[in-house]
């Protein structure tokens, strides 16, 4: 004998009625808060890797999933092409992805295509700098470098001074050379006053004698 189910008070069924599509309407709407597309904006490079923002396009917030975006690029004459690589996530916020190879320098036109978890599109336009190399350091060995005037820069050995010139011997002064000349001059005086006295007494005593005689 089979028994059939006992059919629920009619509260209840109409309850449980009520509750299914409001279930229904909160799981859809937590499904799709964020939208159903990714918002992808190409914010230039670093170091030569592709940046980019991924946020949902409803509401801004950041994917917290891992993103499945492939990049591609092409030089502005098209003769040159880059990837495709694969969006990593980046250091600079939540919504900051970059790629892991790097751009050589150059104007590209870098396009993102995102699959996962939702559709996006982006296309930018990226100048990698080129970068001058570091200048070489000068090794603690290398030679100083010539002076000017081609002298070498190492100090050389000073020259003994100059010996000084011999002093001159004083020049004999006007008043040591009149002295002489007058000290000659009494000499010469004296000589001839006693020849003139010898003379004189010699004259005398000749006369002395004549008168005797």
Known sequence: MTTRPRPLPFPAALGLALLLPV?????????????????????????????????????????????????????????????????????????????????PPGTWTVTVDAGFPSLGHAQQEVAVPVVDPAPP??????????????????????????????AASPATSPDSDSDSDDAGWWTTAGVAGIALAGAAAGILLRRRRLRRL
């Open 137 to 166: 350091t000068a090794s603690s060995g290398a030679s100083p470098a010539p002076s000017p005037s081609g002298a070498p820069a190492t100090a050389t050995a000073s020259a003994p001074p100059a010996s000084a010139p011999p």
């Open 23 to 103: 279930q229904a309407v909160a799981l859809a709407g937590a499904a799709h808060a964020h939208g159903d597309t990714l918002k992808v904006v190409i914010t230039g490079q670093q170091a030569g890797k592709v940046t980019a923002d991924v946020t949902w396009e409803n509401d801004g917030d950041p994917v917290e999933e891992a993103v499945a975006a492939t990049v591609n690029a092409v030089s502005a004459d098209g003769s040159r092409t880059a990837g495709p690589w694969r969006l990593v996530r980046g250091t600079g916020g939540a919504a900051t992805w970059t790629t892991a190879e790097t751009l």
